[in-house]
T-cell receptor, first 114, second 116 residues
């Protein structure tokens, strides 16, 4: 299967600061990246879809100015949580779109805002 | 909008018994239905999937059935073992003409506990 690397795996930050999460597809090129968020004991919810070289498409209820997505290359996409608050504490997972049927996921990033 | 409902939210079975989890989806254009097992703090792992042109698929102790007319699909685990304990998610997606999956709409999850 495809190799997807997501960093950091865990991060604790102070309220009001920004956090950047990186997602790399190591052995294939991903023109599209999906970003999901999962609150404790809840399902994975799609936040946004990004395409390399263009602006991301955000799902309803997701603030585009708060969750900045950059997809500058076919192997790297980043999600920046700006001015993080405790309610942003969650598990963030990237999923690059490959060429096959199976979806691949990064390891996930556990964000805790204190 | 797109929606996937999943039941039950929790399921407790005795080791060796069968477990069944059911999902319904709203988007009739969905044509790909994967099932994931997720352990705490880990990424989802694909355990089985089915395309809309197939009614049933089996892989050892795991099987999935799909009723496209009714827009529901089910996961069946037979001879359950304690290591099957985890959260299971169904999902619905749309495969493009190249066969690549699009965004996944996940169900709400089922916490399966297999009692030894």
């Amino acid at each position: 299967g495809a190799v997807v690397s997501q960093h950091p795996s865990r991060v604790i930050c102070k309220s009001g600061t920004s956090v950047k999460i990186e997602c790399r597809s190591l052995d294939f090129q991903a023109t599209t990246m999906f970003w999901y968020r999962q609150f404790p004991k809840q399902s994975l919810m799609l936040m946004a879809t990004s395409n390399e070289g263009s602006k991301a498409t955000y799902e309803q209820g997701v603030e585009k100015d708060k969750f900045l997505i950059n997809h500058a290359s076919l192997t790297l996409s980043t999600l920046t949580v700006t001015s993080a608050h405790p309610e942003d504490s969650s598990f963030y997972i990237c999923s690059p779109l490959g060429t096959g049927t199976e979806a691949f996921f990064g390891q996930g990033t556990r964000l805790t805002v204190v | 909008g797109e929606n996937v409902e999943q039941h039950p939210s929790t399921l407790s079975v005795q080791e060796g018994d069968s477990a069944v989890i059911k999902c319904t989806y709203s988007d009739s254009a969905s044509n790909y239905f994967p099932w994931y097992k997720q352990e705490l703090g880990k990424r989802p792992q694909l355990i089985i999937d089915i395309r809309s042109n197939v009614g049933e698929k089996k892989d050892q102790r795991i099987a999935v059935t799909l009723n496209k007319t009714a827009k529901h699909f089910s996961l069946h685990i037979t001879e359950t073992q304690p290591e099957d304990s985890a959260v299971y998610f169904c999902a619905a997606s749309f495969l493009n003409y190249g066969g690549a999956t699009n965004k996944l709409i996940f169900g709400t999850g089922t916490l399966l506990a297999v009692q030894p």
